[in-house]
C-alpha cells in the first residue's frame, strides 16, 4: 500500500492547467473559485492553458521545490496528458470538469472548488502506479474493440468541430448506432509478458479486452471491483461474444455490484506487462482501435507495462 505524506509548507505554488474543451459546461469561472480560495489561503496561483508552458513550468517549479500542486481542470484525458509531460514526483490533481471523471471519483476529488481547495492546503499526496501504451502513459485503463472505436468517432467529430465542441454522454449514442451496423468484432490476443517483455505462455483471445488500473468505467461501470491503482498490478477484464448484445450484457451484470466476474463469458485475471495484437484468422484488413482513458490511443498491437508509484497524487 501506498504511504500518505504532507507537503512541506514552503511549497507554497500552484500551476492551475485549463482545458477549456472538457466538460459539459465552461470551465474558466470554476478555475477563477479555485484560484480565488488557494490564494486565500496563502498560495500563489498561475492560470495556463498552453500544455508546453504548464509543463516547463511545473517541472522548473518542482525542481525548485516550490510547487504545491499541479492541478488539471479537465477529464480523465487531462490528469493523463499532465503526467506524460511532467517528471516523477511533480504533485498532480484534478478538478473534475471532463465526461467520466473516473480519476476523481476514484480518489473521491471534490467537484466544488471551495472543498477542492482545502485538500490541496492540506498538501497529502500519495505515490499511485500508471501504465504505458507503446510508450504512452493512461491512469485509468486501456480498452480494445467497439467501446474503443465508439472513442474514435466520438474524439472525430469533436475535432471536426472548428468551435472544439464540449462532449457529454449523449455524444456518444449516434456513434454507437452507427457501430452496431459497421463493427465486426474481431478478437484480440492478450499475451502476458515478464519483466524482460517474453511471453510467459499466459494468452487469451477475446472480442472484448480491458485492462484496469482503477475499478470504474465509462459512467462508473464497476468493470474491475479488485483494482486498486496502488498494488503493482493490472487487473484484466476479458469478454467473450462478438455482438452488441454481449456486450450490453456485460454492462449490465457488472453495473449490478460487478456479478459479470461470476459469469462463464468472463475472465478476470492480474499482471503487470501484456502485449495485445489481432488474434490469428481475422478478416484481411481487419483493424483494431484501442483507446487510453476514453481517449483514443491508436490501433493494435500495443504493449502494456505497469510503471510502480510513477505518479504523485493528492489524496483527501
Known amino acids: 500500500m501506498s504511504v500518505i505524506e504532507t507537503l512541506s509548507s514552503s511549497r507554497n505554488q500552484v500551476i492551475l492547467s485549463l482545458n477549456p474543451k472538457a466538460g459539459r459546461r465552461s470551465s474558466h469561472e470554476r478555475a477563477d473559485r479555485l484560484a480565488s480560495v488557494l490564494r486565500q489561503g496563502g498560495m500563489e496561483v498561475e492560470i495556463l492553458t498552453d500544455l508546453a508552458v504548464v509543463a516547463q513550468r511545473a517541472n522548473e517549479l518542482h525542481r525548485a521545490g516550490k510547487l504545491r500542486a499541479l492541478i488539471g481542470v479537465g477529464g480523465d484525458g487531462t490528469a493523463a496528458e499532465l503526467t506524460n509531460r511532467t517528471e516523477p514526483g511533480v504533485p498532480i490533481a484534478l478538478l473534475p470538469s471532463g465526461t467520466a471523471n473516473l480519476l476523481a471519483k476514484h480518489l473521491r476529488y471534490s ?6 481547495a482545502k485538500m490541496i492546503l492540506a498538501g497529502h499526496v500519495m505515490p499511485m502506479d500508471v501504465a504505458q501504451a507503446n510508450g504512452r502513459i493512461f491512469l485509468a485503463m486501456i480498452g480494445c474493440g467497439f467501446d474503443a472505436e465508439v472513442v474514435s468517432q466520438v474524439h472525430a467529430a469533436r475535432m471536426s468541430n472548428p468551435k472544439g465542441a464540449h462532449i457529454n454522454y449523449l455524444s456518444y449514442m449516434k456513434p454507437i448506432f452507427r457501430s452496431i451496423f459497421s463493427y465486426r468484432f474481431p478478437r484480440v490476443r492478450v499475451e502476458f509478458l515478464d519483466e524482460s517483455g517474453n511471453p510467459t505462455g499466459e494468452m487469451y483471445d477475446r472480442p472484448w479486452a480491458f485492462i ?3 475499478p470504474n468505467y465509462g459512467w462508473g461501470i464497476p468493470l474491475a471491483p479488485g483494482a486498486r491503482g496502488n498494488d503493482g498490478e493490472l487487473n484484466v477484464c476479458l469478454w467473450r461474444g462478438g455482438s452488441l448484445w454481449s456486450g450490453c450484457l456485460l454492462s449490465m451484470l457488472a453495473q449490478l455490484g460487478g456479478i459479470h466476474r461470476f459469469w462463464w463469458r468472463c475472465k478476470m485475471t492480474r499482471g503487470r506487462n ?15 482501435p484501442y483507446q487510453l482513458d476514453g481517449d483514443p490511443g491508436s490501433s493494435l498491437p500495443v504493449e502494456v507495462r505497469i510503471l510502480e508509484n510513477r505518479l504523485t497524487i493528492f489524496v483527501r
Open 212 to 214: 484496469c488500473n482503477i
Open 274 to 288: 501484456f502485449r495485445l495484437s489481432l488474434a490469428p484468422n481475422q478478416p484481411e484488413n481487419t483493424v483494431m
Open 111 to 116: 467537484f466544488k472548488p471551495e472543498k477542492f
